[in-house]
């Protein structure tokens, strides 16, 4: 393919290097559409039923007993942890419980998360620890009366040296357990996937259209944080976000619809990106305008959020330093955690004109999706957001992420993907961990 006219061009040494990095790069990359790289499943079919998840829901109760010294109206806090190391990183919910009233959490889990570790803090600065193996949708835990051991109290000196601790807001969460003391609309936070780790969401942009299964058409980390008041009820609600990677030469918004949460509800939202009022146009509180339901636009244009010429950080060595986002929603009526989890974060794209959406499987359009786009195209029976082959264009990973190089399919980029998705989701369901068993390197950006 190489014939000796371009060979006595690259005479010289530097230009000799120069097309042995060229024909490396052409072999190795998928840039130039190797057609090779094929998004075809290596072996077997997508399971009609496959949800593409790679998190479970659970639904926590956790009861605290009538302890002597204690009045039973004071509320005790639960921390859930997702790992031993108990620390930021695995910290996902926290809120109050007393004898008379749970504690009553969603939360979502890396279906790789084998148990979770409860912890109830008393007021006067005692502990108690429960690990509990994840294996149901539901779990219930009951923390007894304790055994009184001589655990110090709290450092905050407002606590010792006061028999009734300091409560600035009036919340009834004492200001040492409090996240704000200052304000009676909130005290504990839980988070997706954890207080200081991110989750991904990847998108193609082709819908109905099969892509390249490139998966990095959008790129967004993310980070979720449910503000709850004293009852446990959702007042405000948080999306850290970075726009890590554009592959895609469309214009795309994205947006959130909060498929359990009226428009009505939201009081006031900031941090919005969006510049213009195509593909999204908002009302005075920040909701898309003309929907029922809470759509909440994060951007209407990629190369708002990050400027960039081609594609944002999918061909590697290339890179963009790009800053993190954030919107932060604060509701009229707070309202139950339940209704905001996962299971009800709907998050999906619009690629050149609002009324084409693109969700992850087993999530719907919003009330402005615009179903007829896909008429002519062989997309699942039940989920118009999976072909009819059962691929998807999107997924949620819930940690951060080594995409794949630009127009490199992920079935290739990650060695385990297909047996993960042929499987239903039952083998490998730690493929995206970033180890060199996993992954195909040349085949994920880099920086
Ligand atoms: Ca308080
Ligand atoms: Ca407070
Ligand atoms: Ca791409």
Redesign the pocket.
């Known amino acids: 393919m190489l014939n000796m006219e371009f060979m006595k061009k690259f005479s010289d040494r530097s230009n000799l290097l120069l097309l042995l990095f060229l024909i490396f790069w052409i072999t190795q990359s998928c840039v130039n559409l190797n057609p090779t790289d094929t998004s075809d499943m290596n072996s077997g079919v997508i399971p009609k039923d496959f949800d593409w998840k790679t998190i479970k829901e659970l639904s926590c109760t956790v009861k605290v007993t009538s302890t002597t010294g204690i009045a039973d109206n004071t509320i005790r806090v639960i921390k859930i942890f997702n790992s031993s190391q108990m620390d930021q990183g695995s910290l996902v919910a926290s809120g109050a419980a007393t004898p008379a009233s749970p504690f009553v959490v969603k939360i979502s889990l890396a279906t790789t998360v084998p148990a979770l570790y409860i912890q109830e803090l008393l007021p006067d600065g005692s502990k108690a620890l429960k690990v509990i193996d994840v294996k149901e949708s539901t779990l219930m835990v009951t923390f007894a009366a304790p055994i009184v051991t001589n655990v110090p109290a709290p450092s905050n000196s407002s606590f010792i040296t006061a028999n009734v601790p300091?409560?600035?807001?009036?919340?009834?969460?004492?200001?040492f357990?409090?996240v704000?003391?200052?304000?009676?609309s909130v005290?504990f936070v839980s988070y997706f996937p954890s207080e200081s780790t991110w989750g991904t969401y990847v998108f193609e942009d082709m819908w109905p259209v099969k892509g390249d299964y490139d998966l990095n058409d959008l790129v967004l980390a993310f980070r979720i944080s449910y503000y709850t008041n004293?009852l446990n009820l959702v007042s405000r609600f948080r999306l850290d976000y970075n726009m890590e990677a554009a592959g895609s030469t469309y214009s795309i918004g994205a947006a959130f619809q909060l498929n359990l949460v009226a428009a009505s509800n939201v009081q006031t939202i900031a941090g919005q990106s969006l510049t213009g009022t195509s593909p999204f146009q908002i009302e005075a509180n920040g909701t898309e305008n003309g929907v029922i339901q809470a759509v909440i636009p994060l951007f209407n244009n990629q190369k708002d959020v990050v400027a960039y010429t081609e594609f944002l950080n999918t061909v590697s060595g290339e890179n963009i330093a790009t800053a993190d986002q954030y919107v932060s929603i604060n509701f009229i009526t707070p309202f139950q955690q339940a209704d905001i989890a996962m299971s009800a974060f709907n998050m999906f794209i619009v690629a050149n004109g609002r009324g084409r959406e693109i969700h992850l499987p087993a999530y719907t359009g919003t009330s402005k999706f615009d179903a007829s786009l896909a008429d002519g195209y062989t997309l699942f029976p039940g989920d118009m957001f999976k072909n009819s082959d059962g691929m998807m264009w999107g997924i949620m990973i819930p940690r951060q992420f080594s995409y794949p190089e630009e127009r490199c399919s992920i079935v290739n980029a990650y060695n385990f993907f297909s047996d993960w998705a042929t499987s239903g989701g039952v083998n490998h369901d730690d493929w995206y961990l970033p180890t060199l068993l996993n992954m195909n390197i040349e085949k994920i950006y880099q920086l």
């Open positions: 300091v409560d600035n807001d009036g919340d009834g969460v004492a200001s357990f409090d704000d003391d200052n304000d009676a005290a004293a």
